[in-house]
């Protein structure tokens, strides 16, 4: 698969932020006679701010990456409506959970708060009197091992839950630190380099001990298989910038892994509301239907069907030639088969 099919598909990312400033005044959200439209605003020359080509990667601090045009017009589309956000997050996450092989997923506001919420999630479990305490450990485990060059900053999204981190270099280190305080087992992707204990190794020490292990892969895509590879593999929790190589919003990610550890993820995440993650919104983004009708109309051969309800199209068939149901089955099958993997 091509990763702009992946990221068209994963245009269903929740997103968090907010637009700077207007292109109308407030006076013009009321009906009125010959108003001329407004004139298109450059935000960024209004606030004297420079900007510029990007030669140098998707740091958070250059701004990441550039969305694409699918996300875009799937974010101002979903700004017009009111809808649940769990139920945002249902939907969106099962989604996401099937193109990357993962029994579920839930999207967070980047890959920062989906290491919080998965550790969260480890923590509490599906207790949430337990997700309101944290940072307050007590009656839960407390510790997580991770290789010493894998302790670098981003793991501070770890520690805000209250645990400690508890450093090894070999996996007799590991054998010998494991206790019963001992919650999960962390990797950073793009440390692994570095470290005497490489990915299919942790996962099968964590399997060993049925202790949960997380991965950091943040930035690591492309390669696109990497948004299942390392599901395939056997980590328990996978997170992601989704504002980076998957040209998402910034402000976005994706926690993705066990079903159970996905649930007790999200009763640490906003809209709760007594808990340490309640500041990391994301926003509401859906695919409607007219995608699907969009991607089959551009399609070779191209097909036109109607709309039906709000996640269906209706196909009529007295008119089709001999042989073209089964060209209209067959790309209704492809475009069902690209959205699952």
Not at 22 to 42: G, I, N, Q, Y
Not at 116 to 143: C, I, R
Request: glycine share 8%; with cysteine.
């Amino acid at each position: 698969m091509k990763r702009r099919e992946v990221i068209k598909n994963l245009s269903v990312l929740p997103v968090a932020g907010a637009v700077i400033g207007s292109a109308l005044p407030f006076e013009s959200a009321f009906p009125s006679a010959a108003v001329a439209p407004a004139a298109k605003r450059d935000i960024f020359r209004e606030l004297g701010l420079r900007t510029f080509i990007n030669a140098a990667g998707t740091y958070t601090a250059m701004t990441a990456s550039i969305m694409h045009e699918e996300v875009r017009e799937a974010w101002l589309a979903s700004s017009k409506e009111f809808v649940i956000l769990d139920e945002v997050q249902d939907k969106a996450g099962e989604k996401i959970a099937a193109m990357c092989h993962a029994e579920a997923a839930t999207v967070t506001s980047g890959c920062y708060s989906a290491m919080l919420f998965g550790m969260a999630g480890v923590l509490t479990g599906n207790d949430p009197a337990k997700a309101a305490q944290l940072p307050d450990l007590t009656g839960m485990k407390s510790e997580v091992i991770t290789q010493k060059s894998h302790n670098q900053g981003y793991i501070h999204a770890l520690t805000l839950t209250g645990i400690k981190l508890v450093e090894v270099d070999s996996a007799q280190d590991v054998e010998n630190a494991i206790n019963e305080k001992t919650a999960m087992m962390f990797f950073m992707n793009y440390a692994s380099p570095n470290g005497k204990i490489q990915d299919k190794e942790w996962v099968a020490l964590g399997k060993k001990h049925n202790i949960p292990t997380m991965n950091d892969i943040a930035a690591d895509v492309p390669p696109v298989e990497n948004l299942w590879k390392y599901n395939d593999m056997g980590f328990d929790l996978v997170c992601i910038s989704g504002g980076k190589g998957l040209c998402g919003p910034q402000s976005a990610g994706i926690l993705m892994g066990r079903k159970d550890l996905i649930a007790a993820a999200r009763l640490s995440a906003p809209p709760r509301a007594i808990t340490i993650g309640r500041g990391m919104k994301v926003n509401k983004v859906i695919v409607s239907r007219d995608e699907f009708q969009e991607r089959l109309r551009k399609g070779n051969p191209s097909i036109e069907v109607m709309g039906g309800s709000e996640n269906s199209v209706n196909l009529t068939v007295f008119m089709l030639k001999p042989g073209q149901d089964k060209i209209v089955a067959a790309r209704i099958q492809e475009e069902f088969r690209n959205a699952s993997v």
